[in-house]
């Protein structure tokens, strides 16, 4: 079972900021949160991951509270392209057993002119 | 630079045969992870490679393997079709000894099992 929760779905208006919530409670120490995103018929896309600190990058930007239970990514100024599912997934920083992600449901982000 | 490139795209097949799908990682990644994807679903992990050798498995029956070569590239096998293996098949790569080293992943074949 995934080890997150999210909305199954959202809108945002196309120039807004569009701020994805998830739920982590049972995040361990060595867990870092990760965030991907899949377009209609392609694999999922790499957007941004962090341990504990707030982190961006050109996609977006990732808020972290400081118990690590929950976070928020944030796309600044969202666009029709934005449209996508998205998910939230912990995985342990370990050597060579990284490759196992378990997915949720995801959020289906609708961005709308 | 490179991304992940997944071979064929699209492929057709029919109950009880086999098929071999085909992966080429990112530049400068060591590591191949498959995954299925049915309709509406997220994705759902099978196995991931690391030095020719299957490190992790996933709930997935024997009729699923895999092998790597040693230039990294990897391929997946699925023995006595089931109209259920019908699915979006997604590889994956990363580096291993970066242990928060992201997942890049293909953009899938499309399996149809009729």
């Known amino acids: 079972d995934a080890k997150t929760t999210q909305p199954p779905s959202m809108d945002c208006a196309e120039g807004r900021a569009a701020n994805l919530p998830c739920n982590h409670s049972t995040i361990s120490g060595n867990e870092y949160v990760y965030w991907y995103r899949q377009i209609h018929s392609q694999g999922p896309q790499y957007i941004i991951h962090g341990l504990k600190n707030n982190e961006t990058n050109e996609m977006a930007s990732l808020i972290i509270t400081e118990d690590r239970k929950s976070s928020t990514l944030i796309l600044p100024h969202a666009t029709l392209r934005d449209t996508a599912v998205y998910y939230c997934?912990?995985?342990?920083?370990?050597?060579?057993?990284?490759?196992?992600?378990?997915f949720g449901q995801g959020t289906e982000l609708s961005v709308k002119p | 630079d490179a991304g992940v490139t997944q071979s064929p795209t699209h492929l057709i097949k029919t109950r009880g045969q086999q098929v071999t799908l085909r992966c080429s990682p990112k530049?400068?990644?060591?590591?191949v992870s498959w995954y299925q994807q049915a309709l509406g679903q997220g994705p759902q992990f099978i196995f991931q490679?690391?030095?020719?050798?299957?490190?992790q498995r996933g709930n997935f029956p024997d009729r699923f393997s895999g092998h790597q070569f040693p230039n990294y590239s990897s391929e997946l096998n699925v023995n006595a079709l089931l109209l259920g293996d019908s699915a979006l098949y997604l590889c994956a790569s990363s580096l291993a000894r970066q242990g928060n080293s992201p997942l890049h992943f293909g953009n899938g074949t499309r399996l149809t099992v009729t």
């Open positions: 997934i912990v995985r342990p920083a370990l050597y060579n057993q990284g490759g196992k992600l378990i």
């Open positions: 490679y690391y030095e020719e050798e299957e490190r």
């Open positions: 530049s400068g990644h060591d590591t």
